[in-house]
Nanobody, 125 residues
């Protein structure tokens, strides 16, 4: 059974860098060709796809977030890590990690095989 679990600070101050971790269990993030995406849902609006890292370590980001986003991985811990710099209150959202079998760049739930439960992040001073 594959499971994804997000973790990180619930509160981040403006201008800081948000770092979130997705711990994957039930499979190795380096096996097969899977794509591990970060997706977020700000309050009262649609989900937004942020970017992914694939099993080979290649990354791809949403164009409007690419200047502030970096996705990396810790293969020893089987974790995918999101770094989002220079955050503002507009980055307040529930952040999800999800795994797909093809390079999805959308937030459509059906395109993903597994989702984490999400973690709330609030950007505020």
């Amino acid at each position: 059974q594959v499971q994804l679990r997000e973790s990180g600070p619930g509160l981040v101050e403006p201008s800081q860098t948000l770092t979130l971790t997705c711990t994957v269990s039930g499979e190795s993030i380096t096996d097969s060709l899977y794509y591990y995406s970060w997706i977020r849902q700000p309050p009262g609006t649609y989900m937004e796809w942020i970017g992914y890292i694939d099993s080979r370590g290649n990354t791809y980001y949403a164009p409007d977030l690419s200047g502030r986003t970096a996705i990396s991985r810790d293969t020893s811990k089987n974790q995918v890590i999101l770094h989002l710099s220079s955050v503002t209150p507009k980055d307040t959202a529930v952040y999800y990690c999800a795994r797909s079998s093809f390079p999805s760049t959308t937030w459509v739930r059906e395109e993903y095989d597994y989702w984490g439960q999400g973690t709330q992040v609030t950007v505020s001073s």
